[in-house]
Antibody, heavy 121, light 113 residues
Framework: EVQLLESGGGLVQPGGSLRLSCAAS????????MSWVRQAPGKGLEWVSS????????QYADSVRDRFTISRDNSKNTLYLQMNSLRVEDTAVYYC??????????????WGQGTLVTVSS | DIVMTQSPDSLAVSLGERATINCKSS????????????LAWYQQKPGQPPKLLIS???TRESGVPDRFSGSGSGTDFTLTISSLQAEDLAVYYC?????????FGQGTKLEIK
């Protein structure tokens, strides 16, 4: 069974940093692209970033480009999201999600349970 | 960027009745080289992450009940639940994966009447 377990969320002040992790199991992690999608409290879904299976190519939403960095360690079956210069509007549940191919196709299945990031002073 | 717009924002349907959710993209998500619509539907139940129901606009994922169906092409799409069950209470999202930034509709909250 595919499992994705996010961690690293918490309360941080505006301008601060956090690193999220997503531990994957139940599939060959190094064979699939992975993504982060977020959901602000009571709001809809927003794609954040994706990385291909090898880790060599990444993509970002404009809202996080130059502040967030996606990466992966295929030896540890783990996906990361380094978030810097955090803003109040980054407050959300952050989900990691598996893609269907080794390249970024952009349809997400399955999703982890999510980790809550709260940016507030 | 492609913008996805769903209608209605909320919908109340009686058990056993049909529910229809619409999704419109600001530009076509039909890729002419493979004649596929790059459109997915997700279901998000309260307190849970989204779950993929349908890909390629009309292909049901394994394990998804056949009362769920997707249709449409180009810019206009529909998710239909043929006979609503109590467990279908959820928010439903469409999403285009034709191009980045991948975009979701705002969601349609399905309630039981």
């Amino acid at each position: 069974e595919v499992q994705l377990l996010e961690s690293g969320g918490g309360l941080v002040q505006p301008g601060g940093s956090l690193r999220l992790s997503c531990a994957a199991s139940g599939f060959t992690f190094s064979s699939y692209a992975m993504s982060w999608v977020r959901q602000a409290p009571g709001k809809g879904l927003e794609w954040v970033s994706s990385v291909i299976a090898s880790g060599h190519t990444v993509q970002y939403a404009d809202s996080v480009r130059d502040r967030f960095t996606i990466s992966r360690d295929n030896s540890k079956n783990t996906l990361y999201l380094q978030m810097n210069s955090l803003r109040v509007e980054d407050t959300a549940v952050y989900y990691c999600a598996k893609d269907h191919y080794d390249y970024v196709r952009g349809w997400f299945d399955p999703w982890g349970q999510g980790t809550l990031v709260t940016v507030s002073s | 960027d492609i913008v996805m717009t769903q209608s209605p924002d909320s919908l109340a349907v009686s058990l056993g009745e049909r529910a229809t959710i619409n999704c419109k993209s600001s530009q076509s998500v039909l890729y002419t080289s493979d004649n596929k619509n790059y459109l997915a539907w997700y279901q998000q139940k309260p307190g849970q992450p989204p779950k993929l129901l349908i890909s390629w606009a009309s292909t049901r994922e394994s394990g998804v009940p056949d009362r769920f169906s997707g249709s449409g092409s180009g810019t206009d799409f529909t998710l239909t639940i043929s006979s609503l069950q109590a467990e279908d209470l959820a928010v439903y999202y469409c999403q285009q994966y034709y191009s980045t930034p991948f975009a979701f509709g705002q969601g349609t909250k399905l309630e039981i009447k």
